[in-house]
């Protein structure tokens, strides 16, 4: 399988999902190699640069793309199956951004609170041991952390013509935040306008549950990703397969909607995977699911809810597709 190269310029970056010229146009069965900047778009280089200072909110969460989907139409389904991420650079940055994070106040939790103070954390990547290590602002603690590469914003063209920006998640993708969004992962997406339209980037070199403070350790990417499409079959709100779990992302606020949403999308899918009546399905995932919070921070909050595959029997979606893009991948390894 060829794979297509892509290093975007900063002219060419997107800032939104929808209303952006296609960056490339691709047939389904593209293996992709791309390069993506951090959030910052570069700019927290060091512990003294502050993002009250640095980073210009216009330009943050920059995107690869958007990719044009060859025969891609609204209702079909388009399949993006994770092959590797690897660090672009040997540091990456996380702040607290003033007004933004969970235990902050923001504009949305307005309180007479000041608001935390703008700090941050830059993290040296050792790649001989794969880590990335946590340096204390206010201490001299030092901690190696295991690099888990994820792409934070992930997602297509939202419908009715919509511009949004790649800030925020909702039923197109977005910066849905999510660990699961990793190697090895298979996400659907519904397509919503000609072509798809869809965009990757906000690399995180590693990031808990929440994002409690509002980034992760952000850091430029090379994704290599294969690209498929599934005639018809549109989910609503994002699905991830791996090999180990059936997942859907829902987001909203407050946190028990986008809770709400990943439950309901989980229990439709499995009414497709193994033909269950919703109140069969909405007991069973009661009993089985995991329920990690994405983020708690974005103009929209995201939940992931996960059903362990091997507490079920087994079953196929989209055709067996996550199965054959992993064999496709190995031969990209």
């Not at 778009?41 to 990719?67: H, M």
């Not at 952000?218 to 294969?226: F, K, R």
């Amino acid at each position: 399988m060829d794979v297509v190269e892509v290093v975007p310029t900063f002219e060419q970056y997107a800032f939104t999902f929808g209303g952006v010229a296609p960056l490339m146009r691709i047939r389904p069965g593209t293996a992709l190699r791309v390069w993506s900047d951090d959030a910052f778009c570069g700019a927290l280089r060091k512990p003294t640069d502050l993002s009250g200072e640095k980073v210009d909110l216009r330009f943050v969460n920059p995107q690869t793309g958007p990719f044009h989907v060859e025969g891609a139409e609204p209702g079909d389904t388009l399949a993006l199956h994770f092959v590797a991420m690897e660090p672009a650079r040997d540091w990456g940055a996380s702040a607290a951004i003033p007004f933004f994070g969970g235990l902050t106040s923001t504009d949305r939790v307005a309180t007479l609170q000041e608001p935390l103070p703008d700090t941050t954390w830059i993290y040296e990547l050792d790649r001989a041991a794969n880590t990335v290590t946590f340096a204390a602002r206010h201490t001299d603690l030092q901690i190696a952390l295991p690099v888990e590469p994820m792409l934070g914003t992930v997602g297509v063209a939202p419908p009715g013509g919509e511009v949004r920006s790649s800030l925020v998640p909702e039923r197109f993708g977005g910066n849905m935040d999510t660990p699961q969004m990793r190697p090895g992962a298979t996400c659907f997406l519904g397509v919503n306008v000609e072509g798809a339209l869809f965009s990757v980037g906000d690399g995180h070199y590693r990031q808990g549950e929440g994002e409690a403070c509002g980034t992760a350790v952000e850091g430029a990417m090379t994704t290599t990703l294969v690209v498929d499409l599934v005639k018809g079959g549109a989910p609503l709100w994002p699905r991830i397969e791996d090999d180990t779990h059936w997942m859907t992302v829902g987001s909203s606020r407050p946190l028990e909607d986008a809770w709400r949403i990943g439950q309901v999308e989980l229990v439709r899918w499995f009414d497709e995977l193994y033909g269950l009546h919703p109140m069969d399905a909405y007991q069973l995932l009661s009993q089985i699911t995991e329920v990690p919070i994405a983020n708690v921070v974005d103009a929209n909050y995201s939940a992931v809810v996960k059903a362990r595959k091997s507490l079920l029997p087994r079953a196929t979606a989209y055709g067996g597709l996550h199965d054959d893009l992993r064999r496709r991948a190995a031969t990209l390894l």
